[in-house]
Nanobody, 122 residues
Framework: QVQFVESGGGLVQPGGSLRLSCAASGSGFSFYGMGWSRQAPGNQRELVAVITSGGNTNYADSVKGRFTISRDNVKKTVYLQMNNLKPEDTAVYYC????????????????WGQGTQVTVSS
């Protein structure tokens, strides 16, 4: 069972940047599709970015042009570079295994980790 540990969250001003990391344990990571999701208080968890094993990516419209997902299969880590952050990006961010397709309609396939809190506020 692959597990994920997210890190890199924090407090940032509007317009600022953060880079989140998600370290995976176990085998098979390089064959997985991966995704970042977020959950704000009172809201459902929403998928914001996905990346296939081959590096194809897709994004939710709300983050397109501002967020970039990437992966390092040697380090078994997936990243989310977040630029031009807005207060509405405030949420707990989670990574998880996704279907190995560049679609935003996939259902998460693994267990959720603790997540990392991102707060955008002046």
């Amino acid at each position: 069972q692959v597990q994920f540990v997210e890190s890199g969250g924090g407090l940032v001003q509007p317009g600022g940047s953060l880079r989140l990391s998600c370290a995976a344990s176990g085998s098979g990571f390089s064959f997985y599709g991966m995704g970042w999701s977020r959950q704000a208080p009172g809201n459902q968890r929403e998928l914001v970015a996905v990346i296939t094993s081959g590096g194809n990516t897709n994004y939710a419209d709300s983050v397109k042009g501002r967020f970039t997902i990437s992966r390092d299969n040697v380090k078994k880590t997936v990243y989310l570079q977040m630029n031009n952050l807005k207060p509405e990006d405030t949420a707990v961010y989670y990574c998880n295994r996704q279907p190995n397709q560049a679609t935003m309609a996939g259902v998460p396939l693994g267990s959720w980790g603790q997540g990392t809190q991102v707060t955008v506020s002046s």
